[in-house]
């Protein structure tokens, strides 16, 4: 029961602390390319699970800390994006402090091939790569978490 209790409350907080560093960790990538094969565009699909694809639209906030400057607060990526569900397809907003909970897992931003914002200098839409993950939430229905 107690190591039930831990699963079901740690890989939600585990997965929220991973993907709330997306905005420095993975913010570290440079405008070049992503530090993985699988980054993609604005505009382009990216497969991140058996039937659930996302597609990027557009920067809707980059409020992570510029290069040059010290902050308190490391801020942080959101975007709108489209995720193909396979019979379904819908829009969401993707926030890189938490991982969005959809299609029986979280959806995350994993890496961000930009890097932070230099002060003064507007971030342009195609200097952008991101690389989404995805991890199924095995204890929401565990029969199925192997079979999704």
Same mark, same amino acid.
């Given at each position: ?21 997306? #905005? ?5 990538? =440079? ?7 699988? *980054? &993609?565009?604005? $505009? ?10 996302? #597609? ?5 906030? =980059? ?7 010290? *902050? &308190?607060?490391? $801020? ?73």
């Amino acid at each position: 029961m107690e190591s039930r209790f831990l699963i079901m409350h740690a890989l939600p907080m585990a997965l929220a602390a991973l993907t709330g560093c997306t #905005t420095s960790a993975a913010g570290e990538g =440079d405008a070049a390319g992503c530090h993985t094969t699988k *980054c &993609v565009a604005l $505009g382009e699909r990216q497969q991140v699970w058996r039937d659930l694809a996302v #597609t990027p639209l557009e920067v809707i906030e =980059d409020s992570r800390c510029p290069k040059d400057v010290q *902050c &308190v607060w490391q $801020g942080r990526m959101m975007l709108r994006a489209q995720l193909d569900l396979g019979h379904e397809r819908i829009n969401v907003e993707i926030d890189s402090s938490k991982p969005l909970r959809i299609h029986g897992g979280f959806l995350s931003i994993a890496e961000i091939a930009r890097a932070a914002p230099v002060q003064g200098k507007p971030s342009r839409a195609k200097d952008y790569l991101f690389r989404f993950a995805f991890a199924p939430d095995v204890m929401s229905n565990p029969a199925n978490a192997a079979t999704q």
